[in-house]
């Protein structure tokens, strides 16, 4: 029996990014080949995107947030590489952008296309604090759209940003996105209990919804604030010395999700 080969992982970096080792690691557990490649040499030869079927971008502060979290790169994507990223999209691969990358994804266009008459749907701004928040939050899974979320219902992750906070430019756009199931993960003090307002600091940033991230329209993109990559052991939770954490979901749930999709 000749056995399926692994699905190719390309964890695209750009100068600032500081957690591509991470991620590409985390991949390489989950079963996938992951390659580091600078985003200069997509710019150079985008065609190198077909021979791959996960694209990931990952956390960090491309291009030193200049402008704003993710924006330079976002426009290199959005002026040099749109056309090979949305062939990527439109072949039935996935995108998985986290911090940085979803903040890169959401102002490229790549995640949510720009309504031609109002422009952006919505947008990741500062977090109310007015500083950089670094700690862990607990989350719930809305719906079962995504394909990272799959079979996962609530998890705990790590968050490291200043510019987290989901807002969209109005409310109808807020309920739009809502109601078409693309909300999937939720900011809750508690297991479940997003529904309803989550205070500082179990919702780290003020997002909208407790929104800590979205999938496009088909369930392949997603775009999250948490940092699945540094929560895929056990030993790697603040507590696991002192409470049962072997059993529960982590963030490797996300890595497998998306090498199971090929399979």
């Known amino acids: 029996m000749i056995s399926k080969p692994s699905p190719r992982a390309i964890v695209l970096r750009a100068p600032g990014t500081n957690c591509d080792r ?31 079927q996960i694209l990931c971008l990952p956390g960090g502060f491309s291009f030193g947030d200049d402008i704003a979290a993710g924006r330079i790169l976002a426009s290199r994507i959005r002026h040099h590489l749109q056309e090979a990223v949305v062939a990527f999209r ?57 394909v990272f979320l799959n079979g996962i219902r609530s998890i705990v992750l790590p968050i490291a940003h200043a510019e987290g906070k989901f807002v969209t430019r109005d409310a109808d756009a807020l309920g739009s996105l809502d109601q078409n199931g693309q909300l999937v993960l939720r900011y809750t003090e508690r297991p479940g209990q997003w529904q309803q307002p989550v205070r500082f600091p179990f919702n780290p940033n003020g997002s909208q919804a407790n929104v800590a991230a979205m999938c496009d329209e088909t369930g392949r993109i997603l775009g999250m604030m948490p940092h699945p990559e540094r929560y895929i052991d056990p030993t790697q939770h603040p507590c696991w010395t002192r409470e049962d954490v072997a059993e529960e979901d982590n963030g490797m749930r996300l890595f497998q999700n998306a090498v199971r999709y090929f399979e």
């Open 22 to 52: 991470e991620t590409a690691h985390a991949f390489t557990l989950a079963g996938a080949h992951a390659d580091l490649v600078h985003v200069n040499r997509l710019l150079e030869n985008s065609r190198l995107l077909a021979d791959y």
């Open 90 to 146: 439109d072949a039935g691969k996935l995108v998985l952008g986290i911090c940085n990358g979803f903040q890169t994804l959401i102002k490229s266009g790549v995640l949510l296309r720009d309504d031609p008459h109002h422009g952006p749907w919505a947008t990741l701004t500062w977090n109310d604090s007015g500083r950089f928040e670094d700690r862990w939050v607990r989350l719930s899974v809305d719906g079962d759209k995504s």
